[in-house]
């Protein structure tokens, strides 16, 4: 079975400071990893996605994660936020090539930037 | 630019009244996930489809839940008969997770009352 844990339910920052939203996974398998965002009244958009090859994978919006296999973990940072990243984050995983290919969802991440 | 489309946007039904969300996935996916939204569960799993076929409906109640696909470019969830608990957003995602992209592409949701 697999599962996403995201450590912190709310993340306050203010604006133009570094951002960190942290997520561990549990997989007993090769596992594909994902970080979506989702503004309100709205649906889940890709932010990025770790499939293999580089751990630090860059996305949309100035974001990027790195895959820690050793820590089973894939932290989203961003080292600028803006008021327009306010929004709800979410972590995701999949099994990887062979494995399972429901995505489990963490609980998500509120990030509220100030002004 | 393709997309996930779900119908209705928003839905206000009494108790005991039949509820019937449509989502149309992206031409050429060949998997549907469906999805429950809550602030006290976050994102459940009600049912995943491979090829039109129900792989995984574990997470739906079964009772008054039903899933299903007539053709490639429809899916169905019903509720009969709705009850105020399933008060919700509820998502339909599609994907091909044997492809390269291997994410879930997510509608922009039904948000059901039900009073």
């Known amino acids: 079975a697999q599962s996403v844990t995201q450590l912190d339910s709310q993340v306050p920052v203010f604006e133009e400071a570094p951002v960190e939203l942290r997520c561990n996974y549990s997989s007993s398998v090769s596992v594909y990893l994902f970080w979506y965002v989702q503004y309100p009244n709205q649906g889940l958009q890709l932010l990025l996605k770790y499939l293999s090859g580089s751990t630090l994978v860059k996305g949309i919006n100035g974001f990027e994660a790195e895959f820690n296999k050793s820590q089973t973990s894939f932290h989203l940072r961003k080292p600028s936020v803006h008021i327009s990243d306010t929004a709800e984050y979410f972590c995701?995983?999949?099994?990887?090539?062979?494995?399972?290919?429901?995505?489990?969802f963490g609980r998500g991440t509120s990030l509220i930037v100030h002004p | 630019d393709a997309r996930v489309t779900q119908t209705p946007r928003d839905k206000v039904t009494e108790m005991g009244q039949e509820v019937t969300m449509r989502c149309q996935p992206i031409l050429g996916h060949n998997t549907v996930f469906w999805y429950r939204q809550t602030m006290m569960q976050g994102l459940e799993l009600l049912a995943y489809?491979?090829?039109?076929?129900?792989?995984?409906d574990s997470g739906m109640p079964k009772d008054r839940f039903s899933a299903e696909m007539p053709d490639a470019t429809l899916a169905t969830l019903k509720i009969q008969p709705s009850e105020p608990r399933d008060s919700a957003v509820y998502f339909c995602?599609?994907?091909?997770?044997?492809?390269?992209?291997?994410?879930?592409?997510f509608g922009q949701g039904t948000r059901l009352t039900v009073v």
């Open positions: 489809f491979r090829n039109r076929a129900p792989l995984d």
């Open positions: 995602a599609s994907g091909r997770p044997d492809g390269t992209s291997a994410e879930a592409f």
């Open positions: 995701a995983v999949r099994g990887g090539s062979g494995g399972s290919y429901i995505p489990t």
